[in-house]
């Protein structure tokens, strides 16, 4: 049996408006490209019709001069047609106007091809940065619910079947569409007898394109939903590789993934066979319409009693001892199976791309999922500033970077702007939170960190240190109480001037593809080199940065696969040290450092915490003696707070956790 999430449910259909919504927004975007286009496959599909019936002219022309030993190439005569029509020309000359026609036809074809694909890849890459645009904007709630690797399907399985639709699907139905009705009106005014013969047989076409090519859009979906599992699963492997080899776990990782790839397999196969034996079954069903049709004809011609009935002359009769009468007929028997065969190709092309407009408009439903995501909502209107003194000691805003900061709060009832010093004082009052909206994860808690104080959170995994500096950072929206900073509700904060003056090493260390220092500058991008240098110092990075084969010029790729995980969470210290942050958040900083290496960090460290408000998360108590003050959580609750002498001589929790009387869980 495949392993839970292998095996996906009977979801993954398209909502209701979603093409009209995606062909809205295409040509709304490109409405010029588009009509050109439109009008060069209504030229191209013209030029292959009007093919068609200059061969009934063709062949009238040579069947006449034939029965009058002229030569069809050089005399001029008249030719009456079965559309009613009569042209004075001769062989030579209908050549010379089919190849004309051939040519604009062509060269119809080859623009409308280059603009559908230029315009296909442009839209595309507006699509795409517009849903990584919305990524950005999105809450981390929404990656701690949607598997990465789904994500990441949205990007390439999804938007590909958008491709498909747009470059091939849109073109290709709206040609069939102009064959067919150009077709239909052309046999109609040729012949109703073998008009109603091919419609007959389209009816057949039809019937199996729905049952099969039905069946073949269903797999075709889930085939969709099943590749995205799959890149999820393979996405997840690499990401944990040593820790499936660490735990021998490779025969059980393999297992998994085989019972999701053969699953993706079996709706590959089945998608494929419905899909691929559609074509070939109404291919035949319009070769025996062919064969019917020419049938049809021989018939009409044998018993002129049947070939009574054409919308272009009425009562159409012809003598079948008359050459010309005679050569006239097989010339429309020619041109109208002719026209039979491509009306029933433009019904194969139409029914074919049934399966690709369902897949194209469930991966489009799927990207307009992310698309209408609620963004991260922020309706802070305070924001960080540098600031300077005016003679009178007042502080006033300025471009000059200063190092010297405060929030600019506009007071809307009067109008007024004042500014706050930014100096990192964090209230915590009564703060409840709960993740899903039912259990709460923090109860009641009260934190008061004055400006320069350390302060350290203590408690078994899953107590609640981490999301209470997440809270700090407005990454998710507390249920009830405040968090002040600096006397001024987080709220009212824009996120982004609040995160800037909050400085973050987390203990899973993110390094991004690019130089040394360039993940060092991530801290502050207008930093220059020397004070990346600078901060790689204070987290004395800087020895093991100058022995890497090309220093802080060293290329780092895979999330730092080539460095130790004690020199990635170096280069995390040193990029926090280079924001220069007032407010400081170390969850676990030296968690992955030796002892040795950790006291020459803390040196460092030490020199980052000065005047600025610290938050240390930590399990080795060691680290948080010199604390201002530690907190001690338990299950979402502040059961102790104090120094460390305090708490030690309390003899409660932080005693029993500190002398080992019981260990961390």
Not at 228 to 251: A, M, P, Q, R, Y
Not at 447 to 459: D, E, F, M, S, T
Request: net charge neutral.
């Amino acid at each position: 049996m495949p392993p839970m999430g292998a095996r996906i449910k009977e979801h993954g259909k398209a909502k209701k408006g979603t093409m009209k919504r995606l062909l809205k927004m295409l040509f709304s975007r490109y409405p010029g490209r588009l009509v050109i286009a439109m009008v060069c496959i209504i030229f191209n599909v013209f030029a292959n019709l009007t093919s068609s019936i200059i061969t009934n002219f063709v062949t009238n022309c040579i069947t006449s001069c034939a029965q009058t030993h002229n030569n069809p190439f050089v005399g001029s005569y008249l030719i009456e047609s079965s559309y009613g029509i009569t042209v004075h020309s001769n062989v030579t000359t209908l050549l010379i106007v089919m190849g004309s026609i051939y040519a604009i036809g062509i060269f119809a074809a080859w623009y409308w091809n280059r603009t559908m694909a230029v315009t296909t890849q442009q839209f595309l890459n507006d699509f795409r940065i517009e849903m990584f645009d919305k990524l950005e904007d999105l809450p981390i709630k929404y990656f701690d619910t949607h598997p990465h690797g789904q994500i990441m399907s949205l990007f390439t399985n999804d938007i590909d079947t958008i491709r498909q639709f747009i470059s091939q699907s849109i073109p290709n139905l709206f040609s069939s569409m102009m064959a067919i009705t150009f077709c239909l009106t052309a046999m109609l005014l040729q012949s109703v007898w073998m008009t109603l013969v091919v419609l007959l047989c389209t009816v057949f076409m039809a019937m199996t394109t729905k049952v099969i090519g039905g069946k073949s859009a269903k797999y075709f979906i889930k085939q969709q939903m099943q590749l995205g599992l799959v890149e999820g699963n393979i996405e997840e492997s690499i990401k944990g590789l040593k820790v499936i080899k660490v735990f021998t776990h490779e025969d059980e990782s393999t297992e998994q993934f085989n019972a999701m790839n053969d699953l993706l397999g079996e709706f590959s196969t089945e998608a494929n066979t419905h899909g691929n034996i559609t074509m070939p079954i109404n291919g035949n069903i319009g070769n025996f319409m062919y064969i019917l049709t020419a049938t049809v004809g021989i018939v009409m011609l044998l018993v002129p009693e049947f070939n009574n009935l054409s919308l272009a002359k009425g009562v159409y009769s012809f003598n079948r001892t008359d050459p010309t009468s005679t050569g006239e007929f097989w010339g429309m028997i020619l041109s109208f199976l002719m026209m039979s065969r491509m009306f029933t190709n433009n019904i194969n092309t139409f029914s074919q791309q049934i399966t690709f407009i369902v897949m194209g408009m469930a991966g489009a439903s799927r990207c307009f999922d992310l698309i209408d995501e609620i963004p991260e909502v922020d309706e802070g209107y305070c924001t960080l500033v540098n600031v300077k003194e005016d003679r009178n000691g007042n502080l006033i805003e300025t471009t000059e970077r200063t190092h010297r900061w405060a929030w600019r709060h506009p007071h809307h009832e009067t109008g007024e702007i004042t500014y706050t010093e930014l100096k990192g004082d964090i209230l915590l009052d009564k703060v409840d939170f709960s993740y899903n909206g039912k259990k709460l994860v923090l109860k009641d808690v009260d934190i008061y960190a004055h400006p320069g104080q350390k302060i350290a959170l203590v408690g078994a995994t899953g107590a609640g240190k981490t999301t209470i500096t997440n809270l700090i950072n407005r990454f998710y929206p507390i249920a009830d109480g405040k968090v002040r900073y600096d006397g001024i509700n987080i709220n009212k904060i824009k996120k982004d001037d609040l995160r800037r003056s909050l400085g973050i090493v987390l203990q899973d260390v993110n390094l991004f593809t690019g130089t040394v220092m360039d993940n060092i500058r991530y801290g502050r991008l207008d930093a220059t080199d020397e004070e990346c240098i600078e901060a790689a110092k204070i987290a004395n990075a800087h020895d093991f940065i100058t022995r890497l084969p090309e220093g802080y010029n060293t290329m780092l790729s895979g999330d730092g696969a080539n460095l130790s995980q004690g020199q990635r969470q170096l280069l995390s210290i040193a990029r926090a040290a280079v924001a220069d942050a007032p407010v400081m958040i170390l969850d676990e900083a030296t968690s992955s450092i030796d002892t040795r290496t950790e006291k020459l960090v803390q040196k460092g460290m030490d020199q980052l915490m000065k005047g600025r408000t610290v938050f240390v998360i930590a399990h080795r108590l060691s680290t948080i003696q010199d604390a201002d003050a530690i907190m001690v959580l338990e299950h979402g609750k502040i059961i102790e707070r104090g120094d460390h002498k305090s708490l030690i001589a309390k003899k409660g929790y932080y005693y029993q956790l500190y002398t080992g009387a019981f260990e961390l869980e």
